[in-house]
């Protein structure tokens, strides 16, 4: 799923500091599982800038609401009227929501209220690590389900690299070495001979180097 993190609460209160009426909305699918923008957030952050731009010596209106998914439209025109009523609105989704915002409300300003880290998977409470880098050319089943894009430091096709020890990644001795994990991996599967394999460049053409992607089903299509 993608993960994302608040902002700091000076940057936010930067941005929203020309406005008077603020719509803070929140989505409910990928950012409330990880407890960065939904319905309970949404009110967390409407509270610490009521009591904040109080201090401040402003009387700023904040509206609280949450949709399904930010990024489908036919979800948004449930709070069409609330962003008409709002001066702009403060979005608690990805970067795709805030976008979408933007794109279907363009007479109205949507501003991010949180960074988009990555595509995750959640390991323990609390805690949220990248698995993918959405490259467009998936090559989990050569490497025993572990991506060596996102999860090796240098993003290595053929590895490991000279400077892993002990299992564990140069750059942080807390970081499992990719490799290391494949290598276990397809050891246990029987699948070492995958080791062997000298994988050619990836084409990087399918992912962001290519232009800004698109999918079109025309079976889907109406």
């Known amino acids: ?26 989505c409910g699918t990928c950012v409330t599982i990880c407890f960065a923008g939904g319905e309970k957030e949404v009110g967390i952050l409407a509270s610490a800038l009521r009591m904040a731009t109080r201090l401040d010596g402003q009387d700023k209106e904040f509206i609280e609401a949450t949709v399904q998914r930010q990024c489908e439209y036919e979800f948004n025109e449930e709070v069409a009227d609330l962003v008409k009523e709002a001066d702009v609105v403060l979005s608690l989704a990805c ?41 467009g ?3 989990l089943y050569k490497t025993g389900g572990i991506c060596p894009i996102a999860r090796c430091s240098k993003s290595l096709l053929n590895g490991p690299c000279g400077g892993s020890q002990n299992g ?32 050619s460049p990836k084409d990087w053409s399918a992912s962001h180097a290519g232009g800004p992607g698109k999918i079109v089903r025309e079976d889907l299509r109406l």
């Not at 902002?7 to 803070?24: F, G, H, N, T």
């Not at 942080?172 to 995958?194: H, M, S, T």
């Open 137 to 139: 050319d998936c090559v």
């Open 95 to 135: 970067g795709i929501g805030v976008q979408t915002m933007n794109e279907q409300f363009p007479e109205k300003l949507t501003l991010p209220g949180l960074n988009t880290k990555f595509l995750g998977q959640p390991t323990e409470q609390g805690v949220w690590d990248e698995r993918c880098l959405a490259c």
């Open 1 to 26: 799923m993608i993960i994302a993190e608040q902002k700091p609460l000076d940057e936010i209160k930067s941005m929203i500091a020309d406005y008077q009426k603020v719509l803070i909305l929140g």
């Open 168 to 199: 564990k990644c140069e750059i942080n001795p807390e970081v499992d070495c990719a490799w290391q994990l494949i290598y276990d991996r397809l050891k246990a599967l029987g699948k070492l001979d995958l080791m062997m394999e000298v994988k």
